[in-house]
Each structure stands twice: as C-alpha cells, then as structure tokens.
C-alpha cells in the first residue's frame, strides 16, 4: 500500500528556509503526480504544490516564487524548497498522491515564529 513519510520541518525566523522531504513507497514513484499540502491550525487542508511526471510544476499562489517542488525518482523521493519564509506558512506539511491530501504521511510541523 501506498506509504509516506515526512520530513525536515523545524522552527525557522521569517525569511528564513527550509527543505522538506518525502519518501514514498508501495507504489510506482516515477509514475505518480505528487503534491504537498498543508494545514494550518483551525484551517482547513490547502493544496500548495503539485509535480507530474515530466517534471511539471505547479504551485498555490501563496507560495509561488517562494518554494520550489522537485522529485527523484531513483530515490522515490519528494521535495519542497521553502524560502523566504512567512507566518502564514506555518502549518503541517504533508506529500500525497493526490490533490485532495488522501492518502498523505504523519506530516512534519513547519513553524515560522520570531
């Protein structure tokens, strides 16, 4: 089955930068489009970046400019480069199979604080 797993959040100053990764497992990697998503506190689920198969990218306006989604397929791995770092972006982070954030990891908790 498909599993997903998480990691590199942390505590980071705004503006500052992080880089979150996925391994993923269960399921054809290099065939899958892939996402990451977030959810802040008392919010709801938000899409934030999609990758297809060629190496097409995606991403929520909220971000755009400010992250950056990659993919190694030798390594079933999922990426997010985040820079320039906001409040509003903190959340828990999750990569997924699918837009709608299911199926998704345990997540890894970004926090952008002073």
């Known amino acids: 089955q498909v599993q997903l797993v998480e990691s590199g959040g942390g505590s980071v100053q705004p503006g500052g930068s992080l880089r979150l990764s996925c391994a993923a497992s269960?399921?054809?990697?290099?065939?899958?489009?892939m996402y990451w998503v977030r959810q802040a506190p008392g919010k709801e689920l938000e899409w934030v970046s999609r990758?297809?198969?060629?190496?097409?990218?995606m991403y929520a306006k909220s971000v755009k400019g400010r992250f950056s989604i990659s993919r190694d397929n030798a390594k079933n791995m999922l990426y997010l480069e985040m820079n320039s770092l906001k409040f509003e972006d903190t959340a828990m982070y999750y990569c997924?199979?699918?837009?709608?954030?299911?199926?998704r990891g345990p997540g890894t908790q970004v926090t952008v604080s002073s």
């Open positions: 997924s199979t699918d837009s709608s954030g299911t199926p």
């Open positions: 269960g399921f054809t990697f290099r065939n899958a489009v």
């Open positions: 990758i297809n198969i060629y190496n097409d990218t």
